[in-house]
């Protein structure tokens, strides 16, 4: 009989359950996505937990009927306990500890960025443990050696924004509205990315850590120096060149780690991996190296309940159960 693994997953502004067989066979993954704060310009925290609340019980239903399995078949439930928005965290983590201590179940409290790190092994469950993974979204971007699940060496971060984050302040500025990572990717498909020659923040410095302030800084001022109508006919040009600095600066640095490191596979995790241009430019320089290149499909590359019942999955085998008694942590960081 599969050991079944119920996910969930509240950390920002997506509600998502899962169930998922033997930490790589997915039999159901529900995100509902709350399209309401794209009004604010961002996600504001006290909205989001109030619509977990409302969600989490009829998605958890969804979730079981679609894997067609009760609590009963379940073995495991993991949640988020962070990083994230500590309202969020809370609704996810207290609603599966209340269905552990109601069923016996034994329960994993899961690091949502060892999640993104677990939906790769989804996606490819003969993925080398060994391998480079950068991991980009809206609060993070890391480059991490994952030696095996739960053994991870952080090479390099940002000093300030996340790449996410500065693509979501560049289409707030430019009028695409948010989320802004798909909406620029989508539009830079119709423009000239070596139309205007934005910098690349850090591409000869600090190693294998980042800063997107400056690039984003960029291109603000360049925004400002222009007509409203200079806007209007080259905003296409304008977000794609922003794009191609941020994505090109992104692949040469995990390009230089692999290379360091001497793996043989290379991953990508988080949100921003579902950026078309990032896999298209690091797929080329990782294939002209001989080096293998994976990411999973978009749906497990947002926020989802998957990553975290497969990372749960490997945690609860690796060291056991979480107390529960273990709280969120909305600072948390990889490898705690």
Not at 221 to 249: H, M
Not at 264 to 287: H, Y
Request: charged residues 20%; contains cysteine.
């Amino acid at each position: 009989m599969s050991f079944l693994t119920l996910g969930i997953e509240t950390s920002c502004d997506e509600t998502a359950v899962a169930v998922v067989a033997e930490g790589t066979k997915t039999l159901s993954n529900i995100i509902l996505s709350q399209a309401e704060h794209a009004i604010f310009g961002g996600v504001v925290p006290e909205i989001a937990s109030r619509k977990h609340v409302s969600a989490v019980g009829p998605i958890y239903k969804r979730a079981l009927s679609e894997a067609n399995v009760s609590l009963a078949d379940i073995d495991l439930i993991a949640a988020t306990k962070g990083p994230g928005l500590i309202g969020c965290l809370l609704v996810g983590l207290n609603f599966a500890r209340g269905l552990s201590l109601a069923s016996g179940k034994a329960f994993a409290a899961v690091n949502h960025l060892e999640g993104h790190i677990a939906a790769n092994f989804l996606a490819y469950p003969e993925l080398d443990p060994h391998h480079l993974t950068l991991l980009i979204s809206g609060g993070h971007t890391l480059l991490v050696e994952t030696k095996g699940f739960g053994n991870y060496v952080v090479l390099g971060q940002t000093r300030d924004d996340a790449v996410g984050e500065a693509f979501d302040k560049v289409a707030k500025l430019v009028g695409l509205g948010y989320p802004g990572g798909a909406k620029i990717d989508a539009l830079s498909k119709e423009g000239n990315p070596q139309a205007i020659k934005f910098p690349r923040p850090m591409a000869h410095s600090g190693d294998f850590d980042f800063s997107f302030s400056g690039l984003k800084t960029a291109v603000a001022l360049y925004w400002k120096s222009i007509t409203e109508e200079q806007r209007k006919a080259s905003l296409a040009d304008i977000v794609a060149s922003f794009q191609e600095a941020a994505v090109d600066i992104l692949a040469r640095k995990t390009v230089a780690a692999a290379e360091r490191l001497q793996v043989r596979s290379v991953t990508l995790s988080g949100g921003v991996a579902a950026n078309s241009r990032l896999r298209e430019l690091l797929g080329e320089k990782l294939e002209q190296r001989g080096i293998n290149f994976f990411y999973p499909s978009l749906n497990l590359c947002t926020d989802n309940a998957a990553m975290i019942a497969a990372a749960g999955h490997f945690q609860y085998h690796r060291i056991g159960s979480s107390a529960l008694s273990e709280d969120s942590d909305p600072s948390l960081r990889l490898g705690c």
